[in-house]
């Protein structure tokens, strides 16, 4: 098992920035793809953000390439999402998520899930 614990999340104006942290404990943190996921009110769970294992790939949906950066220390067992030039339509429930596999797969399926974070974004 993995246990993950989203922190970082708030009101924010459009324009701004947040970090969003996770903190993993249990298994070999460094085993797993570490992902961001996000769920606004009324839409399926999508995928927003992925970094490989030991951190040299990452992979972006299209509507937070450029804005959002992901990034992990496999040394403090923690996964960050940096979300700069924040939208109203960023607004969300922001889950961090753990799988095996390879990044490059823009999968929503993962195996162990954070308990959310909201990012409200106002315009």
């Known amino acids: 098992q993995v246990q993950l614990v989203e922190s970082g999340g708030g009101l924010v104006q459009a324009g701004g920035s947040l970090r969003l942290s996770c903190a993993a404990s249990?298994?070999?943190?460094?085993?797993?793809?570490m992902g961001w996921l996000r769920q606004a009110p009324g839409v399926e769970r999508r995928f927003v953000a992925a970094?490989?294992?030991?951190?040299?790939?990452?992979d972006y949906s299209d509507s937070v390439k450029g804005r959002f950066t992901i990034s992990r220390d496999n040394a403090k067992n923690t996964v960050y999402l940096q979300m700069n030039s924040l939208k109203p339509e960023d607004t969300a429930v922001y889950y961090c998520?753990?799988?095996?596999?390879?990044?490059?797969?823009?999968?929503?399926?993962?195996?162990?899930w954070g308990q959310g974070t909201e990012v409200t974004v106002s315009s």
């Open positions: 998520a753990a799988r095996e596999g390879i990044v490059g797969v823009r999968t929503v399926r993962y195996d162990y």
């Open positions: 249990g298994r070999t943190f460094s085993n797993y793809v």
């Open positions: 970094i490989s294992r030991n951190g040299y790939s990452t």
